[in-house]
Structures are given as C-alpha cells and as structure tokens.
C-alpha cells in the first residue's frame, strides 16, 4: 500500500497499545456513532480502543439532509475557529474503515476530514472524521441552523454519556432542540414487572 493511499483513506500507525504490527484508522465520532448500539451493535464495528477527545477549531454541526421531516439532518463535523468538538475516537481497521464509509454514503453524503484531536488524557492522535459533502442542499432556511429529530438527538446524548464525554458537552447536547414535527425521542423502557412472589408483603398459603 503506498504512503498516498494510506493517507487518503485515513489510516495511521497504532499507538503501541492496540495494534503495532499493522495499519489502523483513528475514526474521530461525534454523530450517531458514539453510541455503542449504533457503532458495535447496528454497524458490526469491534474497535481495538475507545477513548473521549476534542477537536479544537472544530464544531458539531448538522449539515447533512436526511429524509424529509421525519429525519431532517444529520451530524458534521465542520472546521470553526474558537469552537470545539467533543467526541469518541474509536481505533478500527482499514476494512471497517472502508464500511463505515460506504455505511456513511461517502462520498455524497459525507467526505473525509483529517484533523488532530486530544484525548481527555491529554494525548494528541491525527485523526478522521466525516464533514458534509460539499454542495449538499442545505435544510434550515435561511441563516438557521438545521436541526435533527428528537430521535436522533437522543442517540447523540446517550452516546455521549456512555463515552463520558465531559458534562460540558453533555450540557450542550441537552440543550440542542429538535425539529419540530420530527420523529420524537423513543420513550424510556419501563421497569420489569415484578413476579408476585416479589412483591413487598407477599404471602404464600
């Protein structure tokens, strides 16, 4: 594989405690792909690390369309001086790295941005993440921000605690509003019914 082509697809040498004796990819998430039911569970992705980190000079924004109102936009990452980005930095292999992309309709929906991040712990990776695909039609109207659905917001938020991604953040995505007439937020799952032999004061003849 020549040095050109391991560049353009994103892939790095491995820090030595994933994987030295090969080529990986630092996959920089702030979408969706935080949420470990989405990368591990609905993608297939198994990463060798996972770690919280932040792109400075770089913001969240949604900027990629979706399907009507249903699903109106979809997370980017987009280069902002002064701004931040807070997300997971997953360490995968060149061939998951391949499908997360064609998963991620690159390159019309999304294409590659190379980037440095920092990891909480103060390590600096060259990373990749996905920015919007340039001349996508731009949802919102105007000077407004597009916004997703409650549905999708809530992955990004349960995704984002789940890494421990720092409460400053957490706060923000809390606050970030949905779309209106967008696909809600599923309801929590209730607690399990517990058996009558459970039940406080419960008695046997």
């Known amino acids: 594989m020549t040095p050109a082509l391991v560049a353009a697809l994103g892939l790095a040498r491995p820090p030595p405690a994933t994987a030295p004796d090969g080529l990986c990819v630092e996959y920089f998430a702030i ?3 935080m949420a470990s039911r989405v990368f591990e569970g609905r993608r297939g992705i198994k990463p060798s690390a996972k770690r919280p980190a932040v792109a400075l000079d770089h913001a969240l924004t949604f900027d990629v369309p979706g399907a009507g109102f249903a699903e109106p936009a979809f997370a980017a990452i987009s280069s902002r001086t002064g701004s931040e980005c807070h997300g997971v930095l997953y360490t995968i292999s060149p061939l998951d790295w391949l499908r997360l ?7 019309v ?13 103060g390590r600096r990776v060259e990373a990749v993440s996905l920015q919007a695909a340039p001349g996508l039609p731009r949802r919102g109207g105007g000077t407004d921000e ?9 992955l990004l ?18 606050r970030l509003e949905p779309a209106v007439g967008s696909t809600p937020a599923p309801l929590p799952a209730p607690p399990p019914r517990r058996n009558y032999e459970e039940r406080y004061g419960a008695t046997f003849v």
Do not use: K, M
């Open 157 to 174: 938020r349960d995704g984002a605690a789940e890494a421990g991604l720092a409460p400053v953040w957490l706060e923000y995505l809390d």
């Open 146 to 154: 597009p916004r997703p659905s409650a549905r999708y917001l809530s």
């Open 31 to 33: 979408g969706s792909n």
């Open 101 to 107: 992309c064609a998963s991620e309709a690159v390159p």
């Open 109 to 121: 929906a999304y294409v590659p941005a190379f980037l440095t991040v920092e990891c909480y712990d």
